[in-house]
Structure formats: C-alpha cells, structure tokens
C-alpha cells in the first residue's frame, strides 16, 4: 500500500519569506512523487516532480521540491513566497514497483498563507 | 492546446437518484482518472480508464461506475445517490503508458450535492 503524509493542515509565511510545505510517503518500492496545488473552485494545477535522477526538483512559479530517501520525504519549497501563492497545496505518490496505472494517493493537503 | 473539460460544473441532485459527469481529456491523452474530493476523506482515488478498459479501481462501491470512449472521452455514473456522495468530483488525463510517471491534468470538477 502507498501513503502519503502531510503533517501540517496549514502554513503561514510572511511575503518575501521562504517557505517550506512538508510531505513524507510510504510505498514498498520506488516512488513517483509530485506536487499540485489548488486555488478555490478549480482544479488540481501540477507544479512539479520526482521520478529519478536529481533529488532537487525544480517546478513552475519558482517552486522546487527535495526528494530525500532515507526520510521518505519530499518537501516543497520557494525561497520567495508570494501573496499569490495562496492556495492548497497537495503531495501524491506513485509507487512505481506497483502495477497502478496512473493511480495517485494524495496527501491530506496543506493550506498555505502569505501575509502582506 | 484545450485542457481537460467536465461537464456539468455543477448539479443538484436528491438521494436515490443517478447522476452522469462528463470529462473530456486534453486531445492526445489516453488515460482519465477520476476523484472524488471532500473535506473529510480528502482526494479519493475512483477508477482510472485507459484504451476504453478500466485499469484500476478504488475502494468505492458499485454505485460508482465509468466508462471510456473511442475519443477518450469518459463519463462516471454514481446510481442510488447518498447524501455522502455530495462531493467535487474531478477528472484527470495523461499520456498513454502505465509507467506511471507522466503527470495527470485536472479538470475544474462538477460539485455534486446530494440532497
């Protein structure tokens, strides 16, 4: 069975200020990690992922994501946040050692605040 | 290029019905996903479909069914409506493949209310 776990139900941050969204997995075997984020009445927006190769993972609006494999994590991060980043973001693993298809577990989500 | 579309945006409905959501996928995309997202139980995994054949399912009852068709296009079906069906439903379509790696684009969703 795949897991995911974001332990924070909300993050508040000053703009300007880096932020940090936590998210750690749990699969049997090799995960496919990947963040979304979700403005109110919309969709899920991808912003970035894991598959292999460089544990630092770059994304859309500056966004970038660490994959660590010995804390199963894969925490999202912006070393500037802006008041437009508000919105709910979501972490979702694949474990890709499973015959899933496409299949994503998401976390719970995290509501991320940017205060003026 | 268009993204993924559903239809309708919203729906009203009463317990016992059946309701039909529509998702059409971004054109070239193969695989549609379906979730189901509350503020309980979160994002919900329901059944993803690939080449008109389901591929995978979720823990969700029988009342929850889909289908695909020749153009990718996808509908779920949920029948005998319960007022915990009240939900965002949302489509997702990716490319081909059951790698698993590519990513999935989401649709606005239908907001479904039981009543």
């Known amino acids: 069975a795949q897991s995911v776990a974001q332990p924070e139900d909300q993050v508040n941050v000053a703009e300007g200020n880096p932020l940090t969204v936590k998210c750690t997995y749990s699969?049997?075997?090799?995960?496919?990690l990947f963040w979304y984020v979700q403005y109110p009445n919309r969709g899920l927006q991808f912003l970035l992922k894991?598959?292999?190769?460089?544990?630092l993972v770059k994304g859309s609006y500056g966004f970038e994501a660490e994959f660590n494999k010995s804390q199963t994590s894969f925490h999202l991060k912006k070393p500037s946040a802006l008041v437009s980043d508000s919105a709910l973001y979501f972490c979702?693993?694949?474990?890709?050692?499973?015959?899933?298809?496409?299949?994503?577990?998401f976390g719970g989500g995290t509501r991320l605040m940017v205060k003026p | 290029k268009a993204g993924v579309t559903q239809t309708p945006r919203y729906l009203i409905k009463t317990r016992g019905q059946q309701v039909t959501l529509s998702c059409s996928p971004i054109?070239?995309?193969?695989?549609v996903s379906w979730y189901q997202q509350t503020p309980g139980q979160g994002l919900q995994f329901l059944f993803e479909?690939?080449?008109?054949?389901?591929?995978n399912k979720g823990n969700f009852p029988g009342r929850f069914s889909g289908r695909q068709f020749s153009n990718s296009r996808s509908e779920m079906n949920v029948s005998t409506l319960e007022l915990g069906d009240s939900a965002l439903y949302l489509c997702?379509?990716?490319?081909?493949?059951?790698?698993?790696?590519?990513?999935?684009?989401f649709g606005p969703g239908t907001r479904l209310t039981v009543l």
């Open positions: 997702a379509s990716s490319l081909a493949g059951a790698g698993g790696y590519n990513e999935q684009f």
């Open positions: 699969v049997s075997g090799n995960p496919y």
């Open positions: 479909y690939f080449s008109e054949t389901q591929r």
């Open positions: 894991y598959i292999t190769g460089d544990n």
């Open positions: 054109s070239g995309h193969r695989s």
């Open positions: 979702a693993v694949r474990d890709m050692n499973n015959n899933a298809g496409n299949m994503l577990t």
